[in-house]
């Protein structure tokens, strides 16, 4: 168990529709990242945020944002979903400043667009 | 743009047969190299940090090793349980805190037994 949480851990959806997965980090892990990890693509970086603050963003579309809230949890919103999203969504946190490249990553919510 | 590539794709040895995964890298300015192992259904997990090159990190029957251009994780007389995906990712010096990492798409191993 990494200690990082994401609910929900399956979604099934339509095209045109909108979801929320969520992300508690490790107790004290300032820093979380999201990842999208598809058949043919492999673990891509959408984006980061470090206490709040968003401090990177990596292929993420348009359609889809995050936040990190006060108490730390984090949100990624997926909207206007399409075929193509259906992927597996990774969670990760790192400890306190990050910088390290060790990430922990939680079990991912399976996101199937039908 | 950071680029990691790893090979074989997918590997099937029987137990106790040794061999080596490949990750070749293309990255500005190297941080650090990263090995994690993924199960089917979970989290990638991390396993290995290396910095420089000529730099060595064991551990149990995994060796991972890191050169100016690849690094290699070796797997000696494996078992079943290591069965598994076993990703590379690389991290450039971050620019404005961005601190991503780059993954490969890993290698598949099927240890029978």
């Known amino acids: 168990d990494s200690g990082v949480t994401q609910t929900p851990k399956h979604l099934i959806t339509a095209t045109g529709q909108r979801v929320t997965l969520r992300c508690s980090p490790r107790s004290g892990d300032l820093s979380v990242y999201w990842y999208q990890q598809s058949l043919d693509q492999g673990l891509q970086f959408l984006i980061q945020?470090?206490?709040?603050?968003?401090?990177a963003k990596g292929n993420i579309l348009e359609r889809f944002s995050a936040q990190q809230f006060p108490d730390l949890h984090s949100e990624l919103n997926l909207s206007s979903l399409e075929l193509g999203d259906s992927a597996l969504y990774f969670c990760?946190?790192?400890?306190?400043?990050?910088?390290?490249?060790?990430?922990?990553f939680g079990e991912g919510s399976r996101l199937t667009v039908l | 743009e950071d680029q990691v590539t790893q090979s074989p794709e997918a590997l099937r040895l029987q137990e106790g047969e040794s061999s080596s995964l490949n990750c070749s890298y293309t990255v500005s300015g190297l941080r650090g190299l990263f090995w994690y192992r993924q199960d089917p259904g979970k989290g990638p997990e991390f396993l290995f940090t290396l910095y420089s090159a000529g730099e060595e990190k064991e551990k149990e029957r995994l060796k991972a090793t890191l050169t100016k251009k690849e690094s290699f994780l070796h797997i000696t007389a494996p078992k079943p349980e290591d069965s598994a995906t076993y990703l590379c990712a690389v991290q450039a010096p971050p620019i404005f805190g961005n601190e991503k990492l780059t993954f490969g798409t890993g290698t598949r191993l099927t240890i029978i037994p």
């Open positions: 990760a946190s790192s400890v306190p400043g990050g910088g390290t490249g060790e990430l922990f």
């Open positions: 945020y470090y206490n709040g603050e968003e401090r």
